[in-house]
Nanobody, 125 residues
Framework: QGLLAESGGGPVQSGGSLRLSCTAS??????????MGWFRQAPGQEREGVAA???????TYGDSAKGRFTISRDNAKNTVYLQMTSLKPEDTAMYFC?????????????????WGQGTQVTVSS
């Protein structure tokens, strides 16, 4: 098992909501000083940056997430969340959590070293 574990995915109807969680299991490697991001990848498509949050709480959102998704973190629990609302079928993808101590482009997956296994989100119309 890796250092990051996502949960909260599943099937949901269009217009519904889900909250994804990602917990870092070893604070020696990943802690509150790390940048945390959520990415997603649909079959046949490239991985896409959804949202990211810095250690100071500064957030960055991809165009697909703006106005619908909210990223947050609980440093005491070493956990980052992605609250997703008004879900659409095009949000269907595997959602991955990532972390890195040094991120320059928050939505660029090349900037992240640690990755979770992913959690599937399936939105039906």
């Amino acid at each position: 098992q890796g250092l990051l574990a996502e949960s909260g995915g599943g099937p949901v109807q269009s217009g519904g909501s889900l909250r994804l969680s990602c917990t870092a299991s070893d604070s020696e490697y990943i802690d509150s000083k790390d940048y945390m991001g959520w990415f997603r990848q649909a079959p046949g498509q490239e991985r896409e940056g959804v949202a990211a949050i810095a250690s100071d709480g500064t957030t960055t959102y991809g165009d697909s997430a703006k106005g619908r998704f909210t990223i947050s973190r609980d440093n005491a629990k070493n956990t980052v969340y992605l609250q997703m609302t008004s879900l659409k079928p095009e949000d269907t993808a595997m959602y991955f959590c990532a972390a890195d101590p040094d991120v320059r482009l928050p939505l660029d997956d090349d900037d992240y070293y640690y990755w979770g296994q992913g959690t599937q989100v399936t939105v039906s119309s």
